[in-house]
């Protein structure tokens, strides 16, 4: 018998979408990710970008407080281990999936820690096959393996990812560790300048670095940019090296130069890349119908419809334009509503 859902992706949108599709007695079967060296190094690791960050402080329903008790409860003491004790920040990223995880659980969803690495949506059931070569099928499908933040590729770069570097301004910030110091912003189109203004509320400086003369970034947020007596461009110049130590994480930035100036040193507390990010539908291969930076495209307005009836998208794989955990989990929802729609509609 197939499955009547499954859902691949473990990120907010494939939480909410579980918790919602095991409400309905959907009894979905979520395909997690798998645990690999090669996942980790390239952000795919379970539980999605979010995992990554630190404090979520924009999640509603998450101010500061001592969740400490209840998550004794809920939470296996083996999972518990990777959860800060006592709790004293609103929520921290990988705590607030591991809760969405276990809400997904409690009502009945089954996990399954593997990727799919290739689907066949030409009639259904789908048929979806993972990472260890065993195939599933299901009536429905929902698409929430999400995106990631492009890095640069740097050893340095990578050392200091969570202790000083990230791919998330509007995630990260606002703690305390770049409050009043320098940062610098990686990229020169609309994330990079995004990013950058975002941080001035936070920073002393924050430098825009790139390695052209001139953004990519549309005029009126590059004219906002530039009128901003915190932001500092940078032309020119490409990452030779982040630099930092074990105790304080990022402390510096060293910088050649694309037109034949010396390379510079440059004292920071966070570097944040804006150069892009890629969504994470390889394993997709032409089943979906995507737009030209390879998101799933939505087919109907105000729907997670995919061009596969039965097949539906949710969070950052199919959002290039917000990214955020809550529109993220507000998709996840939207795509089990419709997924439970569909299965009714065609009498399943
Ligand atoms: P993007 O437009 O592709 O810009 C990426 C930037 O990163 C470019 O300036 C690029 O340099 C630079 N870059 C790429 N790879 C690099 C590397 N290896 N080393 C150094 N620099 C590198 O990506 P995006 O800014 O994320 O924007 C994506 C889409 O979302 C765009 O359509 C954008 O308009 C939209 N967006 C809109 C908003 C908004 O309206 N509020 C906010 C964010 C994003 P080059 O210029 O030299 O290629």
Redesign the pocket.
Known sequence: MPEKLIIIGSGPAGWTAAIYAARAELKPLVFEGAVTEENRIAGTLPLGQLALTTEVENYPGFPAGHLGGFLETAISEERRAYLPPGNPHGVQGPELLELMRQQAVNFGTRIITEDITTVDFSQRPFRMTALDGKSYEADCAIVATGARA?Y?GLPSEEKYKNHGVSGCAVCDGAIPRFRNKPLAV???????V?EATYLTKYASTVYLV???DKL?A?KI?AERAAANPKIKFLWNR?VDEVLGNEKEGVTGMRLNSTTGEPAAEFPIAGFFL????TPNTTFLKGALQMNDKGYVVWTTPGRTNTSVPGVFAAGDVAD??YRQAVTAAGTGCMAALDAERFLAEHGE
């Open positions: 492009n640069l990686i990229g020169g189109g609309d994330s990079a995004e790139h390695r052209r990519r549309s947020m490409s804006g150069i892009g990010h290039d334009c």
